[in-house]
Nanobody, 126 residues
């Protein structure tokens, strides 16, 4: 079982930046896919960005392309989400997730992941 712990959330004005961190522990992560999701009040959990731990391939939801960057530091077992040009609609609880996705897995579905962090609140004010 992978343990995940997010940090870096907070309150920021529109146009500002934040960096989230997700520290992973519990096992080796070769072959894992790491994702960031977010959930706003009254909405479903939404895929934001993902990265393959070993290959570094990245994917993003269209609404954050060009603004958010996901990266991984293998030596520190930590995944980051750099968020720039934040908008009020980015306000949500952000979750880090890990899963051993197979061919055909939908990386945008929360069901594809078996380990989750506790979440960290991001609030973007106008």
């Amino acid at each position: 079982q992978v343990q995940l712990e997010e940090s870096g959330g907070g309150l920021v004005q529109a146009g500002g930046s934040l960096r989230l961190s997700c520290a992973a522990s519990g096992r080796t992560f070769s072959g894992y896919f790491m994702g960031w999701f977010r959930q706003a009040p009254g909405k479903e959990r939404e895929f934001v960005a993902g990265i393959s731990w070993s290959g570094g391939n990245t994917v993003y939801v269209d609404s954050v392309k060009g603004r958010f960057t996901i990266s991984a530091d293998n030596a520190k077992n930590t995944v980051y989400l750099q968020m720039n040009s934040l908008k009020p609609e980015d306000t949500a609880v952000y979750y880090c997730a890990a899963g051993r996705l197979s061919v055909g897995s939908n990386y945008q579905s929360p069901d594809a992941y078996d380990s989750w962090g506790q979440g960290t609140q991001i609030t973007v004010s106008t």
